[in-house]
């Protein structure tokens, strides 16, 4: 699946592979340039600037599922989740994504990499920035 986040000036072009991935890099790779650059997509539309693709609706989580049915409501979505998003248990909520046909998005400085399916590192070419495969 594709995820494309485009500015006037920047493209990010994203290939997640698997259901339960990790995005990890150091500070300043644009991870969660990446996250807010999504979140301002989903708020203002068109009206932020930039353009979001994907197969699937983003939703960039930014708190703990507060109602049993979150995940019904959001089932078949991809979640984009910044490593600053606090979880009672981290790996019941990735566990009810799965149930729930969501894919996950984990974008972090640092993580477990054996939590994930797969785990990515954003590589930059000029004013384009892709993944590449960590595991």
Not at 49 to 74: I, M, N, Q
Request: aromatic fraction near 12%.
């Amino acid at each position: 699946m594709y995820l494309t986040v485009k500015t006037k000036k920047h493209s990010y072009i994203l290939n997640l592979e698997r259901r339960n991935s990790l995005l990890q890099g150091d500070s300043g790779t644009g991870k969660s340039k990446l996250v807010r650059y999504i979140d301002n997509f989903n708020k203002y539309g068109k009206g932020a600037g930039l353009v979001v693709e994907c197969d699937k609706r983003v939703t960039v989580v930014s708190e703990a599922p507060r109602s049993k049915y979150w995940f019904d409501e959001h089932a078949d979505e991809l979640l984009v989740i910044d490593e600053d998003v606090r979880f009672p248990d981290r790996g019941e909520f990735f566990k009810s994504a799965r149930s729930h046909d969501c894919w996950v998005l984990y974008v972090s400085r640092c993580y477990d990499v054996t939590a994930f399916d797969c785990a990515y590192k954003l590589v930059t070419n000029g004013n384009t920035t892709t993944n590449a495969v960590l595991r």
